[in-house]
């Protein structure tokens, strides 16, 4: 499966934005989808992942609460809503398909090419 992530930019602290991840193939709906992170100098972190039907869904601790990972099988696309956006959000977001939803960056099969995400103060 090939991903194209959209939807980064500038947006001052408290903004939200939404990102979106478009899948090519008729496979999405087989794959677990994770959104995750990296920072200049930091390793990729967890942000969200949500199940193959959707159903379920995990969010690392920095973002509970004002991110919410969704997804459209019909449409092929994942998408994360960031809300009360922060300056530390400031970070390459990448989207990921995976066998599970599962935490680590290391068990995800695809990826996309990231977007980019810079937060203001």
């Known amino acids: 499966v090939q991903l194209q992530a959209s939807g980064g930019g500038l947006v001052q602290a408290g903004g939200s934005l939404r990102l979106s991840c478009a899948a090519s193939?008729?496979?999405?709906?087989?794959?677990?989808m994770g959104w995750f992170r990296q920072a200049p100098g930091k390793e990729r972190e967890l942000v969200a992942t949500?199940?193959?039907?959707?159903?379920?869904?995990y969010y690392g601790d920095s973002v509970k609460g004002r991110f919410t990972i969704s997804r459209d099988n019909a449409e092929n696309t994942v998408y994360l809503q960031m809300n009360s956006l922060k300056p530390e959000d400031t970070a390459v977001y990448y989207c990921?398909?995976?066998?599970?939803?599962?935490?680590?960056?290391?068990?995800?099969?695809?990826w996309g090419q990231g977007t980019l995400v810079t937060v203001s103060s």
């Open positions: 990921a398909a995976g066998l599970e939803p599962f935490l680590s960056y290391k068990r995800y099969d695809y």
């Open positions: 193939g008729r496979t999405f709906s087989s794959y677990a």
């Open positions: 949500v199940s193959r039907s959707g159903g379920l869904t």
